[in-house]
Nanobody, 117 residues
Framework: QVQLVESGGGLVQPGESLRLSCAASRSISGLNAMRWYRQAPGKERELVATITNGGTTDYADSVKGRFTISRDNAKKVVYLQMNSLKPEDTAVYYC???????????WGQGTLVTVSS
């Protein structure tokens, strides 16, 4: 079973940047896409960014132009570069793998991002 480990969260001030990393324990067979989700206190989990196996990216409107998803296939790592952070970006950020084979969804444990002055 593939395991995902996120890192890079922390406390930053508005306008600052963070880069989140999600490392897979081994190569992922049947990969469709890797995604970053986030869940703010009292809110539902929301999709933030997607990168497909073919490299196509997509973003939530709230983060377009500020966040960039990328990956390093050799290192089995997907990144989320977050710039111009806002207090409303405060959330636990989760890495997700979507596959064509079971299990179709694999989740990391989450990493907390807090944006506050």
């Amino acid at each position: 079973q593939v395991q995902l480990v996120e890192s890079g969260g922390g406390l930053v001030q508005p306008g600052e940047s963070l880069r989140l990393s999600c490392a897979a324990s081994r190569s992922i067979s049947g990969l469709n896409a890797m995604r970053w989700y986030r869940q703010a206190p009292g809110k539902e989990r929301e999709l933030v960014a997607t990168i497909t196996n073919g490299g196509t990216t997509d973003y939530a409107d709230s983060v377009k132009g500020r966040f960039t998803i990328s990956r390093d296939n050799a290192k089995k790592v997907v990144y989320l570069q977050m710039n111009s952070l806002k207090p409303e970006d405060t959330a636990v950020y989760y890495c997700n793998v979507n596959r064509f084979i079971r299990p179709t969804e694999i989740w990391g444990q989450g990493t907390l991002v807090t944006v506050s002055s």
